[in-house]
């Protein structure tokens, strides 16, 4: 398959002071630019053929990898989006992955898509239990929610086919600014699933359902073990966590 990295956020929020860089996704981490952390993933693994990446350049050297290509970013995330997915396969699924996640490993994605696999959809998106998270992760501060089956924070990478992003384009771009602030993601749901989101009786099937019945899009929910999908690096506190841990590799 096909993986777009996005990259073209600039550098203007808690990190700009320690980051040093115009955009995030060159925030140094020993030593090199974050979204190598993310690319080197990805490029070393078969089953992805091609990794657009949506940064500005100079940030990273393209030729220093066999499966990149750059792609110039947009304004917003969603314009980054959907530019990158005018350069992939119409058919089949895109991965799309953030650049601020160097933790991430190729048994993660593995693991994502293998359950991705085993249910029938046009949009998966990964959660990972809070227990999970601080388990590996214990001082990273997360947004999380109560769900009914457990407290989770949402993944950075999402699997989706190209013709769902093109076709909804206003709605994914209200689901993408609004991912940090899930009481006002679910009032897109209605009041009745706010209210059960907020006595925490609310289910992943519920939410599934709820997807289908308003944008006529089968989305499936995969609940992911591996904690290095939900965090990444967005403060300070983050940063300082990611160069201690990955300069031990």
């Known amino acids: 398959m096909e993986a777009i990295v996005l990259g073209g956020g600039l550098n203007s929020g808690p ?16 030593n090199r630019p974050m979204v190598e952390y993310i690319i080197k993933v990805l490029e070393e693994m078969e089953e992805v053929e091609k990794v657009l990446v949506a940064i500005p350049p100079g940030i990273i050297t393209p030729e220093r990898w066999t499966k990149v290509k750059i792609i110039p970013p947009g304004e917003r995330m969603i314009d980054s989006l959907i530019h990158a997915i005018q350069h992939v396969q119409p058919t089949g699924y895109v991965l799309v992955v953030a650049s601020d996640i160097p933790f991430i490993t190729k048994e993660a994605i593995r693991d994502f898509l293998a359950s991705c696999r085993r249910r029938p959809a046009e949009v998966y998106y990964p959660f990972v239990p809070k227990t999970v998270v601080h388990a590996k992760y214990p001082t990273t501060k997360r947004t999380f929610v109560r769900l009914k089956e457990a407290t989770v924070t949402g993944g950075n990478v999402f699997l989706i086919q190209p013709r ?33 989101l907020l006595t925490g009786q609310l289910q992943v099937a519920e939410i599934e359902a709820r997807v289908e019945e308003i944008l006529q899009v089968r989305g499936a929910g995969i609940l992911s073990m591996y904690p290095e999908i939900g965090v990444d690096v967005d403060k300070p506190s983050d940063l300082l966590l990611a160069r201690a841990i990955l300069g031990q590799e």
């Open 15 to 30: 990190l700009k002071a320690m980051g040093g860089t115009l955009y995030e996704a060159g925030i140094p981490i020993n």
């Open 164 to 196: 769902i992003l093109l076709a909804y384009r206003d709605r994914i771009e209200q689901a993408i600014a609004l991912r940090k602030r899930p009481i006002k993601l679910c009032r897109l749901l209605g009041f009745k699933f706010l209210v059960k």
